[in-house]
């Protein structure tokens, strides 16, 4: 028979605690995934209702109350931080006496991890459109740039040495075509009675492979198209 060990009370003690945080680590390493891939959204802010406008980031419960998720200041040309999903349906509201008035709707779509969502004023019903895109989905990657067409008429676009066509309310992800100077011509045109193209935006810029750029085509009576082009820095997360 082998002697008994009699093991002091500190070494009982450590043992003992270490046992008790080993769940606790491997809850802490559990959550993180979790959080990383939890829905988020932001908003970009093509043009805004007021010069700066805080509104409020809502749902609505069962029975139609209002549920509030905290507040977002709106300006133009503007892309918020990573903001929660808290339900399918979200409204930014103005906050009233007593209540809430929601001046925009949208959809989070189910499944998507990460959205951006572009909001564009409307002056004469004093509220937004929003337009929902699952960046994931359309491959956007830094480099890249983000073609979103709102008019209703078909646009035409070049980055250097590639030409891309984008219908009414379509979207279309290109890598620009860059030049040895890292340099590239970026032009917009529309098709004319006779399907021409006629420019209406031409400039020479430089690419970045560290930003994601966003181009919106807008309807425009002088023009035939209005371009709204805004860079995104920083990952998707």
Not at 55 to 61: G, M, P
Not at 126 to 135: G, H, T
Not at 177 to 201: F, I, S, T
């Amino acid at each position: 028979m082998f002697p008994r060990l009699s093991i002091p009370s500190f070494l009982k003690l450590v043992v003992l605690s270490f046992g008790l945080l080993m769940p606790v680590m491997g809850q802490v390493s559990a959550t993180k995934p979790d959080e990383k891939s939890a829905p988020k959204f932001r908003f970009i802010c093509v043009s805004i209702l007021a010069g700066e406008q805080e509104v409020v980031l809502a749902s609505r419960d069962d029975k139609g109350g209002w549920l509030e998720h905290g507040t977002v200041k709106l300006r133009s040309s503007f892309i918020s931080d990573w903001q929660p999903a808290k339900a399918v349906q979200m409204h930014l509201a103005l906050r009233e006496v007593d209540t809430l008035r929601s001046i925009c709707q949208f959809n989070y779509p189910v499944g998507t991890r990460r959205a951006f969502v572009t909001l564009i004023a409307d002056p004469q019903k004093k509220v937004y459109r929003a337009d929902v895109i699952d960046p994931e989905k359309l491959k956007f990657a830094k480099g890249s740039i983000l073609v979103v067409n709102f008019s209703s008429q078909p646009g035409m676009v070049l980055l250097g040495t590639k030409k891309v066509s984008v219908r009414p309310g379509e979207r279309a992800v290109v890598a620009p075509a860059l030049e040895a100077n890292g340099m590239y011509r970026l032009m917009v045109a529309y098709q004319d009675a006779d399907k021409k193209p006629v420019p209406c935006y031409d400039r020479y810029i430089p690419g970045n492979s560290d930003s994601r750029d966003m181009l919106f085509l807008f309807p425009d009576a002088t023009l035939g198209l209005r371009v709204f082009s805004l860079p995104m820095f920083g990952d998707m997360d």
